[in-house]
């Protein structure tokens, strides 16, 4: 828990106002554009799974989902959009009352601003892409957390897995699983959790984009002289291939 006073604490309070959340309760965040490969879906039925098996946090937890539009024209997103309305609505009539929602859907456009406030004030941050490249995603959420605190709860099937391993790994077609990693990452001892978010943040900060930039420059390198490799000998054409 952040001390009372402290800047944390301090914005803590502000970002629960403005939800209209009271002041002990988890919270868990997603967010991304509302796209079929995102596992928006997935998550809301991974939490109506966890909620089943450990109805104790009913009260204890909201799902804060930031769902940008995306592509609305379309027929697919449109409907799309519905169910997850759909499935929004019936998660909060189960579990819900009066006074509590168990998820929260803003479906519009945060600026990075207002979604690094809620990252920073978040439990846990949840990425169940069901496909997807590396997902700046979850590197945002870690290079948010310079109070070295937070779970990331992130799929296998996103390519920013492959190097942040302390993150608590899932498959988010596997909705019992989804509901267990929550808990997990819900009840993780505090230590833990500073542990594993310090590797994490160090692993953001080495990785970065000038690193990156090198990496692509090396392999670009690496392809030309396998498609074109060095020779020596007249004899010898571009390709190859003896000269007739």
């Known amino acids: 828990p952040h001390e009372s006073g402290s800047p944390q604490a301090g914005l803590r309070k502000r970002v629960f106002s403005e939800l209209g959340l009271p002041e002990q309760i988890k919270v868990a965040v997603g967010v991304e554009r509302l796209d079929h490969t995102k596992g928006i879906l997935d998550r809301f039925r991974a939490l ?34 519905k169910e997850c309305l759909r ?59 310079d109070d070295e605190d937070g779970v990331l709860v992130l799929s296998t099937f ?24 929550f808990y997990t990452a819900l009840t993780m001892a505090p230590e833990e959790r500073h542990t594993r978010m310090r590797r994490l943040r160090d692993i953001v900060r080495r990785n970065n984009v000038f690193k990156w930039a090198g990496s692509m420059l090396l392999d670009a390198v690496r392809v030309r002289e396998n498609v074109y490799p060095a020779t020596t000998g007249a004899g010898v054409a571009r390709h190859g291939t003896p000269v007739q």
């Open 87 to 145: 499935l929004v609505a019936e998660i909060n009539e189960r579990y819900g009352d009066d006074d509590y929602s168990p998820i929260i859907l803003i479906d519009e456009h945060r600026d990075r601003e207002q979604l690094n406030d809620l990252y920073k004030v978040a439990d846990i941050c949840v990425v169940s892409s069901l496909h997807d490249g590396m997902n700046l995603v979850a590197k945002e959420f870690i290079a948010a957390r």
């Open 48 to 81: 109506d799974e966890f909620f089943h098996q450990h109805s104790n946090w009913i009260g204890r937890l909201v799902f804060v989902q930031v769902a940008a539009p995306s592509r609305s024209s379309l027929d697919a997103y449109g409907e799309l959009y």
């Open 158 to 181: 996103a390519g920013a897995s492959r190097e942040l391993s302390d993150a608590v790994l899932v498959n988010p077609f596997d909705t019992s699983g989804m509901g267990e990693a």
